[in-house]
């Protein structure tokens, strides 16, 4: 299967705990974006790469939280010190491009409750 | 910053009824993307529209982007349970050098046997 994979499924951790997602895009794809979703709202964005540069960030992205993608290849999200607020699905997505407006592919998400 | 507003909020149908889902942007779109969403999991590309008075229609999904590209509608004819879902509309970022795309709350269809 070559479609965007995220690991792990469900995160439960207590509050003041560091957590690492990970996401592994479609190979070819040079971008790769990172979402926050919270119930009955859509998608809020975090950040994005292209390749392995970091070209945006989300004011919503505080210092706790830091994303990498060192080779240009997966990606991981991390966030420290969780806090009950940080409960949310966390969504990933690639794609192809050297412009915005491509087609995303997402993955099927990480669901993180802080407890 | 460009907002997306979805109407209606929620949606439920009979089987085999029609309906519409509106999104509608606070500035220009510039490319607008109809995403599907079952719950609890990742996003479904549907379709995405450019170009002012464009249509797209895929299977019985049929979605437009009015002129003046600031709503988009989206349609399903005689929809089915497998129609459920919630159903997003998202935005390229609004001239050059912005990357954040957007996305509107979304609208949640269920479908009734």
């Known amino acids: 299967d070559t479609g965007v994979s995220q690991d792990p499924r469900h995160k439960i951790t207590k509050r003041g705990q560091n957590v690492t997602f990970r996401c592994d895009p479609i190979s070819e794809h040079n971008r790769l974006y990172w979402y926050r979703q919270t119930l009955g709202q859509g998608p809020e964005f975090l950040t994005y790469?292209?390749?392995?540069?970091?070209?945006?960030k989300s004011r919503l992205l505080s210092d706790r939280f830091s994303a990498e993608r060192p080779k240009g290849s997966f990606s991981t999200l991390e966030i420290q010190r969780t806090e009950q607020g940080d409960s949310a699905m966390y969504l990933c997505a690639s794609s192809f491009g050297q412009h915005s407006y491509n087609e995303q592919f997402f993955g099927p998400g990480t669901r993180l409750t802080v407890l | 910053s460009q907002e997306l507003e979805q109407s209606p909020q929620s949606l439920i149908v009979q089987e085999g009824k029609n309906l519409t889902i509106n999104c509608t942007s606070s500035k220009t779109l510039y490319g607008l993307y109809w995403y599907k969403q079952k719950y609890g999991e990742g996003l479904i590309f549907l379709m995405m529209?450019?170009?002012?008075?464009e249509e797209k229609s895929h299977e019985k999904i049929t979605a437009k982007l009015d002129e003046k590209k600031q709503q988009s509608s989206l349609h399903i004819t005689a929809s089915q349970p497998s129609h459920a879902g919630i159903y997003l509309c998202?935005?390229?970022?609004?001239?050059?050098?912005?990357?954040?795309?957007?996305f509107g709350p979304g609208t949640r269809l269920s479908v009734l046997p």
């Open positions: 998202g935005a390229d970022p609004v001239g050059p050098g912005g990357q954040n795309f957007v």
């Open positions: 529209l450019q170009k002012g008075g």
């Open positions: 790469f292209q390749n392995e540069a970091q070209l945006e």
